[in-house]
T-cell receptor, first 112, second 113 residues
Framework: NAGVTQTPKFRVLKTGQSMTLLCAQDMNHEYMYWYRQDPGMGLRLIHYSVGEGTTAKGEVPDGYNVSRLKKQNFLLGLESAAPSQTSVYFC???????????FGQGTRLTVV | GEDVEQSLFLSVREGDSSVINCTYTDSSSTYLYWYKQEPGAGLQLLTYIFSNMDMKQDQRLTVLLNKKDKHLSLRIADTQTGDSAIYFCAEIPFSGGYNKLIFGAGTRLAVHP
């Protein structure tokens, strides 16, 4: 019973490098979210998806892109990493907008 | 706006009650949530309340909602060391088409002997 799985768990990038974070859920959830967590700022929504093939911007979308080609996967891309993107990234999924959101374990990303 | 505000820290003695407060901005939010994050882990849903309720009790947890002041609180009775965690208040605002789950900054609860 995997739930929400994020890969990788840790990553160090150099400024300007690109990478993709993968989120996979096995609960057949429609809604998926990407958040970043920074000290004193809580979780801020980057992008979200309300179903396969759909994506929408959250509170802090700049510098990130997402794709939801398959219902179970939600990818977060950084095209040109910046030190300001150093953070812990969390993926979550839910059956619907008011249903319980299930979170992955997080990805700690450091951009140097 | 979509700001959800919480105080950042709370320290209580083991066995006392803890009260964590939250203010939200969207009066049309129909569901309000409390999530818990333990060290090194993701968030887990603790409890929630519908906007047509004033209070919800679930074992040691009591949620109070004051819609007029847009104020939400979580009371933990008989606080234990295992309750030490970060607690997040969350809402689903109308401004996001009721699709976005928005969190506050989180309150770090420290329980000491």
């Amino acid at each position: 019973n995997a739930g929400v799985t994020q890969t990788p768990k840790f990553r160090v990038l150099k400024t300007g490098q690109s990478m993709t974070l993968l989120c996979a859920q096995d609960m057949n959830h429609e809604y998926m979210y990407w958040y970043r967590q920074d000290p004193g700022m809580g979780l801020r929504l980057i992008h979200y998806s309300v179903g396969e093939g759909t994506t929408a911007k959250g509170e802090v979308p700049d510098g990130y892109n997402v794709s939801r080609l398959k219902k179970q996967n939600f990818l977060l891309g950084l095209e040109s990493a910046a030190p300001s993107q150093t953070s812990v990234y969390f993926c979550a999924s839910s059956l619907g907008p008011r249903a319980e959101a299930f979170f992955g374990q997080g990805t700690r990303l450091t951009v140097v | 706006g979509e700001d959800v505000e919480q105080s950042l820290f709370l320290s209580v003695r083991e066995g006392d009650s803890s009260v964590i407060n939250c203010t939200y901005t969207d009066s049309s939010s129909t569901y309000l949530y409390w999530y818990k994050q333990e060290p090194g882990a993701g968030l887990q849903l603790l409890t929630y309340i519908f906007s047509n309720m004033d209070m919800k009790q679930d074992q040691r947890l009591t949620v109070l909602l004051n819609k007029k002041d847009k104020h939400l609180s979580l009371r933990i009775a008989d606080t234990q060391t295992g309750d030490s965690a970060i607690y997040f208040c969350a809402e689903i605002p109308f401004s996001g088409g009721y699709n976005k789950l928005i969190f506050g900054a989180g309150t770090r609860l420290a329980v000491h002997p």
